[in-house]
């Protein structure tokens, strides 16, 4: 059984563009939750998605947005990076009833 | 608001010690608390999920134990190896709101 899936592993971009990064869960998982990781702060939620809806969300700027497809690969986006951004961007899935979460490796962004 | 604490924040051991853990929280309004693993640049492992009606869960030689009563959860590792060496992050997920609040982790290191 595949774990979760997160491309691309590395991005690099300058300030002001915009990022997609992309998750695809375990095999019938429906819910996939977004974290940032930086050293500073620590992990911090981002979003969960079930079935294509938002169910939960974080707090972080409007800038932070994502979304879920039918098939429940989510996409994470962010506009006008900032150097803060530079972070590790985790995903992780579960099942419907917030069970155990499956991590995948992350996204490491660099905003330069 | 749910804080989570992790104690010690870094801790070096010789190799076939027992230790632990320790991870608080500070609203015992909790659905679940998990544990994980995470080594340099990668994502998360999940070790043990303790639901909020269980006391404890064993895996191998871990033990993780939950006082909902007293917002407190302990990690316990028993005969530790080089390969124990990573950072532990404890993690709660609320009753309300449903949110994911991980604490900063404690950075084990294994000497052989």
């Known amino acids: 059984k595949a774990g979760v899936t997160q491309t691309p592993r590395y991005l690099i971009k300058t300030r002001g563009q915009q990022v997609t990064l992309s998750c695809s869960p375990i095999?019938?998982?429906?819910?996939v939750s977004w974290y940032q990781q930086t050293p500073g702060q620590g992990l911090q939620f981002l979003f969960e998605?079930?079935?294509?809806?938002?169910?939960n969300k974080g707090n972080f700027p409007g800038r932070f947005s994502g979304r879920q497809f039918s098939n429940s690969r989510s996409e994470m986006n962010v506009s006008t990076l900032e150097l803060g951004d530079s972070a590790l961007y985790l995903c992780?899935?579960?099942?419907?009833?917030?069970?155990?979460?499956?991590f995948g490796a992350g996204t490491r962004l660099s905003v330069l | 608001k749910q804080e989570v604490t992790q104690i010690p924040a870094a801790l070096s051991v010789p190799e076939g010690e027992n230790l632990v853990l320790n991870c608080s929280f500070t609203?015992?309004?909790?659905?679940?608390l998990q544990w994980f693993r995470q080594d340099p640049g990668k994502g998360l492992t999940s070790l043990l999920l303790?639901?909020?009606?269980?006391r404890e869960q064993t895996s191998g030689r871990l033990n993780a134990s939950l006082d909902k009563s007293s917002g407190r959860s302990t990690l316990y590792i028993a005969a530790s190896q080089p390969g124990d060496s990573a950072t532990y992050l404890c993690?709660?997920?609320?009753?309300?709101?449903?949110?994911?609040?991980f604490g900063a982790g404690t950075r084990l290191f294994v000497k052989a």
């Open positions: 303790i639901q909020s009606s269980q």
């Open positions: 992780a899935s579960s099942q419907a009833d917030r069970t155990d979460q499956y």
């Open positions: 609203d015992s309004a909790i659905y679940n």
């Open positions: 095999s019938g998982h429906r819910s």
């Open positions: 993690a709660v997920i609320n009753t309300g709101g449903f949110k994911t609040i």
């Open positions: 998605y079930f079935s294509e809806t938002q169910r």
